[in-house]
């Protein structure tokens, strides 16, 4: 069974970084897709960032392009999400998953809160 936890979450300040880590255990993490989604209160999930097993492919919602960089290292089983330029509707709980593509996500973290203060 594969699980995945999210530390590094926080306060940050308006204009700040941050960067989220995705750690995986169970199972074999080069065969996953990997993501981030976030949740605001009162609001749907929504998907922020993909990749693929090899980095080569990565995708974006059009809310986060330019400011939010996803990544991986297959050698620590890790996936990153690297968070520039922080506004303060980017406050929410960030989710990391894993699944066989950017379309089908089968196992879930329990996210980790961030909050963009202004």
């Known amino acids: 069974q594969v699980q995945l936890v999210e530390p590094g979450g926080g306060l940050v300040q308006a204009g700040g970084p941050l960067r989220l880590s995705c750690l995986a255990s169970g199972g074999t993490f080069t065969s996953y897709f990997m993501g981030w989604f976030r949740q605001a209160p009162g609001k749907e999930r929504e998907f922020v960032a993909g990749?693929?097993?090899?980095?080569?492919?990565?995708y974006y919602a059009d809310f986060v392009k330019g400011r939010f960089t996803i990544s991986r290292d297959n050698a620590k089983n890790t996936a990153y999400l690297q968070m520039n330029s922080l506004k303060p509707e980017d406050t929410a709980v960030y989710l990391c998953?894993?699944?066989?593509?950017?379309?089908?996500?089968?196992?879930w973290g329990r996210g980790t809160q961030v909050t963009g203060s202004s």
């Open positions: 990749i693929g097993w090899n980095s080569d492919s990565t």
């Open positions: 998953a894993g699944g066989v593509s950017r379309y089908l996500f089968n196992y």
